[in-house]
């Protein structure tokens, strides 16, 4: 069993778009700026340590809201494609990031560097995603308004059970992380640093080795678990909004889950406990990861990073021998 106390050399912290960015609120550049800098304060215990850190963050609910300016203001300025759309949400959210760990880092008189790295991510043509987009991005509406997006701006309408009707976007499997021994030569020189945002900007590859954006939204975690075990990381750490990761979830037989093997949590995925437009990709994630190497995970609130890695919080998920 993984040492529960053990801060980890080498740590990729993955921040959740609903976590950076919560549904009920406006999303000035305010509250924004805000939750940065407590985003900063959470991950300052870790920033200090000489851990190897990468942190990489969701995009959901910005880039959602990306679009929503574009339906808004397309008679007047010229649409953006999807992949153009992404990349302004991972610098947008990178920048207010690096600034709230750095002016952390400062307070708390260190020097440590946090450096953000604009990162493209390579996926198949020819997923299958491309013709069911599922990926959930931006507001919530009512099914009477969400119909309405879809006959006048041409966006595909889902309900996101618990929340209302989505826009939903294609979301492909990573395959590739462009670059990424440049995010591995940062780490090692000591910088936090902060890429794939939202997964990464999605690109394709021609047979030439010329790249091009392609309209998609790449799961942040699944590019965070690809990044890790490419990268030799052991140890992955997923903040979201929720405290721990439950089964029977918003039932009376709802029960959190505080240390959980691979074999079981594969059981409880099956029997489908962690539904696909919440927890799911997390869960999904995290089995990846340690079926690649990986030999824990831990999903936490964002507030209590520090704490999960000790085993004093949140939900930590372990290789079955380990």
């Known amino acids: 069993m993984v040492k529960a106390r053990e801060i980890p050399r080498r740590l990729l912290v993955a921040v959740g778009g609903n976590a950076t960015h919560p549904p009920e609120i406006k999303g000035t550049a305010e509250e924004q700026a805000a939750i940065a800098a ?35 203001s397309g008679a007047r ?28 880092l400062r307070e708390a008189g260190n020097a440590r560097h946090v450096v953000c790295l604009l990162t493209q991510v390579e996926v198949d043509p ?9 990926k959930f991005v931006g507001y919530a509406y009512s099914e009477e308004e969400a119909r309405a997006f879809e006959r006048e701006v041409g966006w595909t309408m889902r309900e996101d059970p618990g929340r209302g009707w989505r826009h939903v976007v294609p979301s492909p499997e990573p395959r590739h992380i462009v670059d990424i021994s440049l995010i591995r030569a940062l780490a090692e020189r000591g910088a936090v640093v902060i890429a ?16 091009r954006g392609v309209e998609a939204v790449i799961d942040k975690d699944l590019t965070s678990a690809l990044m890790s075990n490419v990268l030799g990381i052991e140890d992955m750490l997923i903040l979201t909004a929720v405290p721990r990761v439950a089964v029977h979830f918003g039932t009376p037989e709802q ?21 696909p437009g919440s927890m799911g990709p997390k869960i999904e994630a995290a089995i990846r990861f340690i079926e690649g190497g990986g030999r824990r995970v831990c999903i936490a609130h964002i507030e ?6 000790r085993g004093e919080a949140g939900t930590m998920i372990h290789a079955d021998d380990g």
Do not use: W
């Open 38 to 72: 407590a985003t900063g304060r959470a991950l300052l215990p870790l920033m200090v340590c000489d851990t190897e850190l990468i942190v990489t963050h969701g995009n959901g609910p910005v880039v959602g809201k990306i679009l929503m300016r574009q339906a808004l």
């Open 77 to 104: 300025v010229t649409p953006m494609t999807l992949d153009i759309c992404v990349a302004h949400s991972q610098g947008g959210i990178a920048y207010l990031l690096m600034q709230a760990f750095e002016n952390a």
């Open 126 to 134: 020819d997923d299958p995603a491309f013709g069911n987009p599922e």
């Open 196 to 211: 794939g945002g939202g997964g990464g900007i999605p690109v394709v590859r021609e047979g030439s080795g010329v790249r």
């Open 255 to 275: 029960r959190d889950l505080d240390v959980v093997s691979l074999k079981e949590l594969k059981k409880y995925r099956e029997a489908g406990h962690f539904p």
């Open 304 to 309: 209590e990073a520090l704490p999960a890695l």
